[in-house]
T-cell receptor, first 114, second 116 residues
Framework: DAKTTQPTSMDCAEGRAANLPCNHSTISGNEYVYWYRQIHSQGPQYIIHGLKNNETNEMASLIITEDRKSSTLILPHATLRDTAVYYCIVRVLSSGGGADGLTFGKGTHLIIQP | GAVVSQHPSWVICKSGTSVKIECRSLDFQATTMFWYRQFPKQSLMLMATSNEGSKATYEQGVEKDKFLINHASLTLSTLTVTSAHPEDSSFYIC????????????FGAGSRLTVL
């Protein structure tokens, strides 16, 4: 899996959009960008994933640059419950006959301020 | 959506005893489950891949005789920490791949083990 780089921590005001960047300059053509988050003392939660087009779901939007070397996760209206560590992970869509666990980096600790 | 249940959510045991943690996929079948360990203020570390009906695959540095994994059915994997010691105190989290084909993992809520 390609390596990703994320800021260690970020602050965002409640109600504002939280924009979390991720660099993945060595991403391969068949690798997707996945985002998970982990609220304190809970298991990680899947947020969104994409290949090259921008994606949106009920939780967030994912913006991937045209060269695919970086991406931004957007939480449109952050709430206090969005305080968590956010992980950007790059991997292929399917591991074929086998199955691989995700490799987690250190992620970004997003703190939503009231 | 896919749900993974872990039990117990927390456990305290004496040094030298064994502890079993269960991981169940509630509404889907999982031929493969993954076990992670997370120490305070650190990221998740993959310990092993649990394969239904066959032996688990352990990551480098993880003792297979200490962390016994059994995946006897398509909805249940268990992790047994044998002869636990205080340094085994950690947050253990399991996950399973859902059936969507999107390579998304669903995680359990985790089990916090404290060894006295």
């Amino acid at each position: 899996d390609a390596k990703t780089t994320q800021p260690t921590s970020m602050d965002c005001a409640e109600g504002r959009a939280a924009n979390l960047p991720c660099n993945h300059s060595t991403i391969s053509g068949n690798e997707y960008v996945y985002w998970y988050r982990q609220i304190h003392s809970q298991g990680p939660q899947y947020i969104i994933h994409g290949l090259k087009n921008n994606e949106t779901n009920e939780m967030a939007s994912l913006i991937i640059t045209e060269d695919r070397k970086s991406s931004t996760l957007i939480l449109p209206h952050a709430t206090l419950r969005d305080t968590a560590v956010y992980y950007c992970i790059v991997r292929v869509l399917s591991s074929g006959g086998g199955a691989d666990g995700l490799t987690f980096g250190k992620g970004t600790h997003l703190i939503i301020q009231p | 959506g896919a749900v993974v249940s872990q039990h117990p959510s927390w456990v305290i045991c004496k040094s030298g005893t064994s502890v079993k943690i269960e991981c169940r996929s509630l509404d889907f079948q999982a031929t493969t489950m993954f076990w992670y360990r997370q120490f305070p203020k650190q990221s998740l570390m993959l310990m092993a891949t649990s394969n239904e009906g066959s032996k688990a695959t352990y990551e480098q540095g993880v003792e297979k005789d200490k962390f016994l994994i059994n995946h006897a059915s398509l909805t249940l994997s268990t992790l047994t920490v044998t002869s636990a010691h205080p340094e085994d105190s950690s947050f253990y989290i399991c996950s399973a791949r859902d059936s969507s084909g999107a390579n998304v993992l669903t995680f359990g809520a985790g089990s916090r083990l404290t060894v006295l």
